[in-house]
């Protein structure tokens, strides 16, 4: 019986606790809590107040150090897929066509001077699956992927959600492509006919020898 009326006082206890609570939070909110973002020294001085933001006219700021959405500054990528190898959840997808030598002033360089070897045509960010790990970032060797400030970008279709970010437009690197093919063609073709030169060379010499 005792232990049934001390669960009726601790349930009773309970109550008023938390009714105390959400009192003095209702008195409180006659007062706006301020403004200090979250890297200001003073955010956790701030008296208690409304902190309901009034979005999207107000928004939480964010760290200065924040890991949010992906971008890829396209100008600046070498191709390389590091970040591909370093990503633990498949989200980014690259195709890379190998630049030819005539091509090389057009494919241009990064802004830290390297001259591109690649052309980008599939860059794709897949930010629904991201974890924001920032790996990718690390590995980076341009420097030209980076988290953003950016931290509020749902979307009703998750096809939105899709990045895209490479520098050829499909038609472009259809035409890329095939000159690469043709290019490759050729130097195997080459390659095969110095060989089959170089052996009948070679089958030459001891019969011109007996």
């Not at 341009?142 to 437009?169: A, I, K, M």
Request: net charge neutral; charged share 25%.
């Amino acid at each position: 019986m005792s232990e049934y009326f001390k669960n009726i006082a601790t349930s009773a206890s309970t109550i008023a606790t938390g009714m105390g609570i959400t009192l003095k939070h209702f008195l409180n909110a006659f007062n706006r809590k301020g403004d200090a973002g979250i890297d200001d020294v003073d955010y956790f001085r701030q008296v208690d107040g409304l902190v309901t933001l009034q979005y999207p006219r107000e928004a939480v700021p964010t760290p200065l150090r924040g890991r949010y959405r992906l971008h890829n500054a396209i100008d600046d990528c070498i191709g390389c897929g590091q970040c591909v190898r370093a990503c633990p959840v498949n989200c980014i997808e690259i195709e890379t066509i190998k630049v030819m030598p005539e091509d090389l002033a057009a494919c241009g360089k990064t802004s830290g001077g390297q001259q591109k070897k690649f052309w980008v045509p599939v860059f794709d960010i897949d930010t629904a699956k991201c974890m924001t790990c920032g790996m990718c970032t690390n590995v980076c060797p341009t420097e030209c992927l980076v988290h953003t400030p950016v931290s509020d970008f749902s979307e009703f279709d998750r096809q939105n959600l899709l990045y895209h970010f490479g520098n050829l437009s499909r038609i472009e690197a259809d035409a890329k492509r095939r000159k690469a093919t043709e290019a490759q063609a050729k130097a195997q073709a080459e390659k095969e006919r110095k060989a089959a030169e170089a052996k009948a060379a070679q089958a030459e010499g001891p019969a011109g020898e007996q």
